[in-house]
């Protein structure tokens, strides 16, 4: 397949996964379900239950009216998948797309006529299947347009000339401590603890929940990145990246910055407590988990320490469930999933922007072990995850249109910077689709907390 043919069937290719994505999105909605129960024939909604004019009828009917357009897509691509040079498990996957397609159709339809609740389920699941061979598919033809492995998506750059004396006095010392904290994490942690308990409480949530929760989430957040700074002190002197942070550079000796952590970890813990017991337990955890076994054994030990690390990032959503409910229930488990699977499909990207970086450091990231072309589809196929993890999400809750809309949007700019990625390969690109990710998380936490609160 030639450059040109090859361009125009990835952009077809990754039009039909998002028009099929946005059907899975749109069917997991509430609305969709609604309009399905007032709609009780198909194709057409002939016996529908409401008036014709009805907004849960024109839902509906446009929800079929997009699954015939979107079928067309998933009928064209199949068909240049198999007009065109493309690799054989690319064909096999695009077929079984179309060959589910129909299948899906048909259980629509059962549960339009029959009201069979428990086709509900299979429709969706079958959905899912569809998009995952879509996302396979892709992942696979974006690979196969690579050549075989490039050095690396960031020049290597002679050592830094020496920089001047850090700056001294008090201000000076002030910065460097709240540098050790980490702050530019905290926004999108505390939106995570905030989508938490908006999901818990709805309008009903609290403004002390909301302070103690996000106050002390900021101070775990704090003594987290303060342990950090003082455990990987050494290798951060390797990195240009990091080797100006603050105990790297002997701005702040190790020893306070190792009291300051301490100290912001028990602030933390109290803070939390004032919420519930359960909300404190979880912030400890957090701590631990990201100070000792994602920065003292993951990450300098194994490939997968982003993969496996991505339980840390998931955390704030479980503490603010808990810190309204003092349990822990599906909803706050499905908003984790979504948070622990888009944590690889964001940091890879970062990850190959400074791969020789990491490879200085020491550092088993993907990008270093497994190469560039390998990661890159791994971030395809950790987005189609994020995803998939997203419409979860609205099956087990009540978010509504507004979180459908963001996440298909925002799902589609993400999708579309990784392409970018993998046709131009380089630092820029993967900086661009690494601020494309935090944009994806960051405007679906907004929609979840505006749908939540506004039920």
């Known amino acids: 397949m030639d450059e040109g043919t090859s361009d125009r069937f990835v952009d077809l290719l990754a039009l039909t996964t998002v028009g099929v994505y946005v059907l899975v999105l749109a069917g997991a909605t509430t609305s969709i379900a609604n309009a399905t129960r007032s709609c009780s024939s198909w194709p057409g909604c002939g016996a529908a239950t409401v008036p014709p004019e009805s907004t849960d009828v024109a839902i509906a009917l446009g929800h079929r009216a997009a699954a015939l357009v979107v079928g067309a897509l998933v009928l064209a691509t199949a068909v240049v998948a198999w007009r065109t040079e493309t690799p054989g498990r690319v064909r096999a996957a695009t077929t079984a797309a179309l060959a589910l397609y129909p299948v899906q159709v048909a259980i629509g339809a059962l549960t339009a006529t029959s009201g069979a609740a428990a086709a509900a389920p299979l429709h969706l699941v079958v959905a899912v299947g569809i998009f995952g061979a ?10 196969a347009g690579t050549p075989a ?17 850090p700056a001294t006095g008090p201000f000076a010392t002030v910065r460097a401590y709240l540098r050790l904290t980490k702050p530019r994490l905290m926004w999108l942690l505390c939106l995570v603890a905030g989508a938490g308990m908006a999901l818990a ?3 009903s949530l609290s403004p002390r929940t909301v302070a103690l929760t996000l106050g002390g989430g900021v101070l775990a957040i704090g003594a987290s990145g303060t342990f950090n700074n003082v455990l990987e002190r050494e290798k951060d002197r390797k990195m240009n990246r990091t080797a100006d942070r603050p105990v790297a550079e002997q701005q702040v000796p190790a ?12 602030a933390s813990v109290a803070v939390l407590w004032q919420v519930n017991a359960l909300a404190a337990a979880l912030g400890f955890v957090a701590i631990i988990y990201y100070s000792v076994v994602y920065t003292l054994v993951l990450k300098p030990n194994t490939v997968q320490n982003t993969v496996i ?9 479980l503490i603010g469930w808990a810190a309204v409910t003092e349990t822990i229930g599906v909803p ?3 908003l984790a999933g979504v948070i622990f699977v888009w944590t690889p499909a964001h940091f890879y990207n970062l990850a190959l922007a400074y791969r020789d970086d990491y490879a200085s450091g020491g550092f ?10 390998t990661t890159r589809k791994h971030i395809v196929l950790w987005l189609g995850a994020t995803l998939v993890a997203a419409t979860a999400l609205t099956a087990v809750t009540s978010l509504g249109p507004l979180y459908a809309a963001t996440s298909a949007v925002f799902g589609a700019v993400f999708l579309w910077a990784v392409m970018r990625l993998h046709r131009e390969r380089t630092r820029g690109a993967a900086l661009r689709a690494f601020h494309a990710s935090n944009a994806y998380l960051g405007t679906l936490l907004v929609a979840v907390v505006f749908d939540a609160m506004l039920l």
């Open 134 to 143: 879509l996302v396979l598919a892709l992942a696979w033809t974006l690979e």
């Open 149 to 165: 492995e490039e050095s690396s998506t960031e020049p290597r750059r002679a050592d830094p000339p020496d920089d001047p004396a």
């Open 201 to 203: 409480a709805g309008p």
């Open 255 to 266: 020893r306070n910055a190792f009291a300051f952590g301490v100290a912001l970890a028990a």
């Open 309 to 317: 690390g991505g339980f840390a990032g998931s955390l704030p959503a």
């Open 332 to 334: 706050a488990l499905a």
């Open 364 to 373: 088993p990231m993907m990008p270093v072990v497994r190469g560039a072309k």
